[in-house]
């Protein structure tokens, strides 16, 4: 059991990065191998301290457990507004994968979509997660490894900070990790860190290359796992709650269906709330293990993180778009007011 649980724990680490083959598929092609090297440096303290969380408690709560244990007064904050990210990133990512990836549209795009959310809800229902993504990541590495692809020819490369930073925080959903926990064992643990930079590793060997048309369109295996993962969390999170998987899968299916009323109004008006409320929720974490930890080293790193994820905040917001803007801004106000009441009555 200990050697198959440690693969299948690397395999959910290795998918929830958004999994190396979206990586290079959908967004290394303007990335040189010197951004890629700077990426994966600056991004190491976000990751080593999603190990270093799973250390101190590794249950199915994942940062919750760690942020309600040493933070608790704060935990509430983090709580909403992380399930109100990535309960939206299941329906829009679904969108993102036809209309975007593969470029469907019409009477095909609908069945796939109403395909893809069947085929995602039936692996959550039987509670298959792990050996689908355990499947998902062998194909991934195969397919992203460059044979027959071209060299890239050297041409002249502007790298800016903007542009590390963001290619950086392309690895931010590896803080799903700890949410694969299930309370009785560690064994497994440092599989996030090995799965970083494996994943890092494919990302710079490819950086070399030109990307094939076909891994662009095969990368959708990759966000789709990703979907896999982020439902798997959330279903181990709600379920400490004591809230049946039964009522995500339908809240998920019946946002689906909403999606097809205008999937690609539905996509921009779900991701920008979607990715801001993420980046508070982990600038929550990161402040939790700032205050917690005894160690200057892991405070100096969660003060590392915090900006990384204020910088995420920062560039998330839409100021080109007033009116997502505001719901940007009322989403964020909204949870915050719900966590303050959550919490006041937690106390009282």
């Known amino acids: 059991m200990g050697l198959k649980r440690k693969i299948l724990v690397f395999s959910f680490a290795f998918s929830s990065i958004g999994g190396p083959l979206a990586l290079v598929g959908q967004f290394s092609q303007g990335i040189s191998a010197l951004e890629v090297i700077l990426s994966i440096i600056l991004f190491m303290p976000v990751t080593y301290l999603t190990y270093y969380s799973m250390n ?7 940062l919750y457990d760690y942020v309600n244990k040493f933070t608790p007064k704060i935990s509430p904050y983090l709580l909403y507004f992380w399930i109100f990210s990535y309960f939206l990133y299941l329906s829009y990512t679904i969108d993102y994968i036809v209309y975007w990836i593969l470029n469907f549209n019409g009477i095909i795009s609908y069945l796939l979509v109403l395909g893809l959310s069947s085929a995602i809800s039936i692996i959550v229902l039987f509670e298959r997660e792990l ?5 998902s990541t062998i194909m991934q590495i195969l397919f992203t490894i460059p044979i027959h692809w071209s060299l890239k020819l050297i041409s002249p490369y502007e790298m800016t900070v903007n542009g590390v930073i963001s290619t950086a925080l392309l690895y931010v959903c590896i803080t799903l990790t700890p949410f694969v926990g299930n309370g009785k064992d560690k064994e497994g643990i440092s599989s996030v860190m090995y799965a970083y930079l494996i994943s890092g590793a494919l990302l710079l060997m490819d950086s070399f ?16 796992s990703l979907i896999i993962v982020e439902f798997m969390s959330l279903r181990n999170l709600l379920s400490k709650f004591n809230i049946n998987k039964i009522y995500l899968i339908i809240a998920f299916l019946a946002s689906t269906l909403i999606s097809l009323i205008d999937p690609k109004e539905y996509y921009i008006y779900t991701i920008s709330p979607s990715v801001a409320s993420l980046y508070v929720a982990l600038s929550i974490f990161f402040t939790s293990i700032t205050i917690s930890a005894e ?26 778009s007033l009116t997502i803007l505001i719901e940007q801004i009322a989403s964020i106000l909204i ?14």
Do not use: C
Not at 296 to 319: C, D, E, H, P, V
């Open 335 to 348: 949870i915050f007011g719900i966590s303050t009441f959550k919490m006041k009555r937690k106390i009282a």
């Open 56 to 62: 101190k408690i590794w249950d199915r709560g994942g």
């Open 209 to 224: 290359f030109s990307i094939p048309r076909l891994i662009y369109l095969v990368s959708s295996l990759s966000t789709f």
């Open 295 to 320: 160690n200057l080293l892991i405070r100096i790193l969660g003060i590392i993180s915090i900006g990384l994820m204020a910088y995420g905040f920062f560039t998330s917001l839409q100021f080109s």
């Open 131 to 135: 050996e689908f993504l355990l499947a």
